[in-house]
């Protein structure tokens, strides 16, 4: 495993698009995003679940469970879960939705090595399948899936459009795509409790709990510079989706987002 540069670049956005996390890089500009993030997640993965539940107070069970209830109405029989991580997405897809399959596609083996270990552990592989593969450019033919899901993933996206595109291509006509996303609370004194947590209290426990001092600080400031609200609808858009719509849920620390085909 490539160490970690000695040196972080991590700009919070430019003048013209202040919603950019594509010029926020968890370590410096010497990489393509897509490369920092692999190694990143490589890096962070034996602590990843331990962190999340830590980083948001385990509400971050309670945002999965909500949105696969909004994802049920719709009765997918093969989902797509992209920068699926350990794999949480996809056993919680299996126990509420029983869907035919599910395949969880990310950059990090690291973080994929996890979530076959845990597949195994429940005895899941007939029904969920892992693979390494970038978002920006999916193997899987036009038309293969009912949904595409995405969690707390399209802020690392290298390219975020270009992401859509390809979820939008390997949707079947009339599919869903949904977009479980952090997001930062505009009202007081949320907004204001927000910031300090992550900037400050995140970064610390990153520091004190993981191998790698760069990745907490990233993190939260890639929740900073995604596009929030309307203006993520409005990409959705962009890339062909309509009838789009977003629920925030906790004061706005998350938001689910949904887009038709």
Known sequence: MLGTPSRTYIPMADKQHPHNPEVVMPYDNTECKSTQVRRMFDNIAPTYDRMNRLMTFGLDKGWRRKAMKMLGTYTPKSILDVATGTGDLPFLMHKMLLPDSITGIDLSEGMLDIARRKCAERNLQHRITFEQQDCLALTFPDDSFDAV????????????????????????????????????????P?????????????????????????????????VEAVPQGEEMLSIFRECGFRDCRLRRLTFGVCSIYIGHK
């Open 190 to 222: 949320f907004d204001l409790f927000y910031r300090i947590y992550t900037r400050n209290l995140i970064p610390l426990a990153g520091r004190l709990f993981t191998r790698d001092k760069y990745a907490y600080t990233y993190l939260p400031r890639s």
């Open 149 to 188: 899901t995405v969690s707390f993933g399209v802020r690392n996206f290298q390219q975020l459009r270009k992401g859509f595109a390809e979820m939008y291509r390997v949707l079947c006509p009339g599919g869903v795509l949904m977009v479980i996303e952090l997001s930062t609370p505009e009202h007081f």
